[in-house]
């Protein structure tokens, strides 16, 4: 099986192109916003548009949500496809898609500035942002189980073949997700240190907290996620790699779960050890 991946800014129009995308590189089958598509179907998943808020949207997405990553698993098992297409808002996005769905390492990465127009993703930006409309590369008859009510419009095939296997992966959706009426959303640093203390405090081998420190990555205008720095006083007595990679772990995922950011490292510092008085 071999993976290749769509990358670009949220609203550019990636979902719109996916199909084609997918067509001109033979993908059998699609990951997008947390569903897996096959011919025109959704096999598994729930897709990120059905959530109430943008943050539970992109923890959909990258299938931090629990249970969701692994039914998606079972279904790639089941259906075996020889390439998958997956579609994410940055390199760093598909490529942790790729890792918590066990799939192989990504082949090849197109980004949409390579196969739009700089007008044509700025009409699909002014779509998104303007009036909510977002895109999913199925057919409305399917997407009607789980769009009740908010389903706006069937976007026809932009295949003109008459072969049934392209129209099937030819047709395309739009809905109107609750959360695009909540406008944009933005996560202060002190938020994610709030998570990180927290997680912190709540351990007894950390006996005080020095600092903790948000770097954000980003190549270009696109933010690639987040890097973590703490400093700490531990408490003498235990295995201390051991303590720290299960600390790094623990706040990792307590990140990304609450925020749906991408958490590159967590880098933990100790600046001293405690050693208790024993009283004789």
Same mark, same amino acid.
């Given at each position: 099986?071999?993976?290749?991946?769509?990358?670009?800014?949220?609203?550019?129009?990636?979902?719109?192109?996916?199909?084609?995308?997918?067509?001109?590189?033979?993908?059998?089958?699609?990951?997008?916003?947390?569903?897996?598509?096959?011919?025109?179907?959704?096999? %598994?998943?729930?897709?990120?548009?059905?959530?109430?808020s943008k943050i539970?949207?992109?923890?959909?997405?990258?299938?931090?949500?629990?249970?969701? %990553?692994?039914?998606?698993?079972?279904?790639?098992?089941?259906?075996?496809?020889?390439?998958?297409?997956?579609?994410?808002?940055?390199?760093?996005?598909?490529?942790?898609?790729?890792?918590?769905?066990?799939?192989?390492?990504?082949?090849?990465?197109?980004?949409?500035?390579?196969?739009?127009?700089?007008?044509?993703?700025?009409?699909?930006?002014?779509?998104?942002?303007?009036?909510?409309?977002?895109?999913?590369?199925?057919?409305?008859?399917?997407?009607?189980?789980?769009?009740?009510?908010?389903?706006?419009?069937?976007?026809?095939?932009?295949?003109?073949?008459?072969?049934?296997?392209?129209?099937?992966?030819?047709?395309?959706?739009?809905?109107?997700?609750?959360?695009?009426?909540?406008?944009?959303?933005?996560?202060?640093?002190?938020?994610?240190?709030?998570?990180?203390?927290?997680?912190?405090?709540?351990?007894?081998?950390?006996?005080?907290?020095?600092?903790?420190?948000?770097?954000?990555?980003?190549?270009?205008?696109?933010?690639?996620?987040?890097?973590?720095?703490?400093?700490?006083?531990?408490?003498?007595?235990?295995?201390?790699?051991?303590?720290?990679?299960?600390?790094?772990?623990?706040?990792?995922?307590?990140?990304?779960?609450t925020t749906g950011?991408?958490?590159?490292?967590?880098?933990?510092?100790?600046? %001293?050890?405690?050693?208790?008085?024993?009283?004789?």
């Amino acid at each position: 099986m071999d993976v290749i991946a769509l990358v670009g800014p949220s609203g550019t129009g990636k979902s719109h192109r996916a199909l084609q995308v997918a067509r001109e590189h033979e993908a059998d089958a699609i990951i997008d916003d947390g569903i897996l598509i096959k011919d025109g179907h959704i096999i %598994a998943g729930e897709s990120a548009k059905t959530e109430k808020s943008k943050i539970m949207a992109v923890r959909r997405a990258i299938f931090v949500l629990p249970g969701h %990553a692994a039914g998606v698993r079972e279904a790639i098992e089941q259906i075996h496809p020889h390439r998958i297409l997956v579609i994410g808002t940055s390199e760093n996005m598909v490529q942790k898609i790729a890792k918590t769905l066990d799939l192989p390492a990504i082949q090849q990465i197109i980004r949409i500035e390579d196969i739009a127009t700089r007008r044509e993703i700025e009409a699909a930006q002014y779509h998104r942002l303007k009036e909510g409309k977002h895109i999913i590369p199925v057919p409305t008859i399917e997407l009607k189980p789980h769009f009740s009510g908010w389903l706006i419009n069937p976007l026809h095939s932009i295949f003109k073949q008459s072969d049934v296997k392209r129209r099937k992966l030819g047709e395309k959706s739009i809905v109107r997700p609750v959360f695009s009426y909540y406008g944009k959303l933005t996560i202060e640093d002190r938020v994610i240190q709030a998570i990180t203390e927290r997680i912190l405090k709540s351990r007894e081998y950390i006996k005080s907290l020095k600092k903790i420190a948000v770097q954000h990555v980003s190549k270009g205008e696109e933010d690639r996620g987040i890097k973590i720095t703490c400093e700490v006083v531990l408490s003498y007595g235990s295995h201390i790699p051991t303590l720290i990679r299960r600390t790094q772990s623990n706040i990792r995922d307590a990140v990304e779960y609450t925020t749906g950011m991408i958490v590159h490292a967590v880098d933990i510092s100790i600046r %001293a050890l405690y050693v208790e008085q024993r009283v004789h």
